[in-house]
C-alpha cells in the first residue's frame, strides 16, 4: 500500500513539473527566445506547434508566426541583395579585367601595325586618336564640321565597330556603327524621353528591339523598315496591353488586347482596330464571341452571361444586337 501511494505521488510530481515546463508562458518565451536569435525558421515552426496545443490563444500565436513570416521574408530579401550585389561586383570585376585585357591587346596591335597617336584635320573635321598610313584607324575620336561628334572604332578612315554618335540635337547612339550610321545591337536616346534599345540596320531599326516612348509606353518586339512589323508586346504606362502581330506600326493580325478594367479580347486585327472573328470578354465573366467591324461585334455573335447562359444570339451591327422575326 505505501509502494502505491508513493508511485502516485511520484506520478503527480512528474505531472505538475511537465505541465509546468510546457506552460503556454515557457512555450512563449521559448519562441521569443528563437525570434531574437533570428532563427525564424525554427521559431515558425514552434509557433506552428504552439497553436496545435493552446487553441484558445490562436489569434496571439498566429500574430507571432506573422512576424516570423514577415522576418523570413525580409532575411530572404536582404539575402537577395546581398547575391545581387556580389554578381553585380563581379560583373564589374569581369568588365574592368576585359577593359584592361583590351586595352593590352590594343597596344600590342598598334606595335605591330605601326599605329601612332596624333591629331588629323580633314575637310574641318577634327580628329584625334589612333593613325596608321596617315589614315584614321584603330580607336579615336572626330568632331565633324556640323557638330557630330563620333568617339570609338576606326577602319581605314571610316567610323567603323564600336563606338558613340553625340548629335547636335542632343540625341546619342551607342552601340555598332558602319559608316558613322547605327548598325547592328545598339541603344539610341533621342533625349526628350524617347529611347531604343535593340538591332539596327543602316541606321534603321530591324530585328528585335525595344522602344520606350517618351509618354510611359513601352514596345518589345520585331521591328522592319523603322517601324513595329511582326509580333511584339505594347505596354502602356495604365497596365493596358496588346500582344500580338504588327504590320507597318498598328495591330494587324491575331493579338490579345488587355484593358485596366480587366476585360479583354483576343482575336483578329485590321489596321489597329477589331476586325474579324475575335472574343470580348468583360471583368464580371460575361463575353461576346463572334464577328467584329470597325472595332465593334458586327455579323454573327453570341453574348454570354457570367454564369455561362446564353443572352444574345444572332445577327449584329454596329455594336448592337439585332433582333429578327
Avoid at 514552434?46 to 496571439?60: I, P
Avoid at 565633324?144 to 571610316?158: A, L, M, R
Avoid at 529611347?195 to 539596327?200: A, C, L, M, N, R
Avoid at 483576343?266 to 470597325?294: A, H, I, L, Q
Amino acid at each position: 500500500m505505501k509502494q502505491l501511494v508513493f508511485s502516485l505521488l511520484l506520478s503527480f510530481v512528474a505531472t505538475s513539473s511537465f505541465a509546468q515546463v510546457n506552460s503556454y508562458e515557457d512555450y512563449l518565451r521559448k519562441g521569443n527566445e528563437l525570434i531574437n536569435s533570428g532563427c525564424y525558421e525554427e521559431a515558425k515552426r514552434h509557433f506552428a506547434l504552439m497553436r496545435s496545443r493552446f487553441s484558445a490563444k490562436t489569434s496571439e500565436i498566429n500574430s507571432k508566426i506573422a512576424t516570423c513570416d514577415s522576418r523570413i521574408a525580409a532575411q530572404s530579401q536582404r539575402r537577395a541583395e546581398a547575391q545581387e550585389e556580389a554578381r553585380r561586383q563581379a560583373e564589374i570585376e569581369e568588365q574592368e579585367w576585359l577593359e584592361q585585357r583590351k586595352e593590352q591587346l590594343r597596344q600590342e596591335d598598334l606595335r605591330r601595325n605601326q599605329i601612332t597617336r596624333g591629331t588629323l584635320e580633314i575637310n574641318g573635321d577634327k580628329y584625334e586618336g589612333d593613325i596608321r598610313d596617315g589614315k584614321r584607324h584603330g580607336v579615336g575620336k572626330c568632331i565633324y564640321k556640323d557638330g557630330i561628334v563620333y568617339e570609338g572604332e576606326w577602319v581605314q578612315n571610316q567610323p567603323t565597330g564600336k563606338g558613340v554618335v553625340t548629335w547636335p540635337t542632343g540625341e546619342v547612339y551607342k552601340g555598332q556603327v558602319e559608316y558613322l550610321s547605327p548598325n547592328g545591337e545598339g541603344e539610341y536616346d533621342w533625349g526628350d524621353g524617347n529611347k531604343y534599345v535593340g538591332s539596327w540596320v543602316n541606321g534603321l531599326r530591324e530585328g528585335k528591339g525595344k522602344h520606350y516612348f517618351a509618354n510611359g509606353t513601352v514596345y518589345e518586339g520585331e521591328w522592319k523598315g523603322d517601324v513595329r512589323y511582326g509580333k511584339g508586346t505594347e505596354t502602356f504606362k495604365s497596365g493596358a496591353k496588346y500582344e500580338g502581330q504588327f504590320v507597318n506600326d498598328v495591330y494587324h493580325g491575331s493579338g490579345v488586347e488587355t484593358f485596366t478594367d480587366g476585360s479583354r479580347y483576343e482575336g483578329n486585327f485590321e489596321y489597329g482596330v477589331k476586325s474579324g472573328r475575335g472574343t470580348y470578354m468583360w471583368s464580371d465573366g460575361g463575353k461576346y464571341v463572334g464577328d467584329f467591324s470597325n472595332g465593334q461585334p458586327h455579323g454573327e455573335g453570341t453574348e454570354y452571361a457570367p454564369d455561362g447562359s446564353v443572352k444574345s444570339s444572332g445577327k449584329w451591327e454596329n455594336g448592337r444586337y439585332v433582333r429578327t422575326e
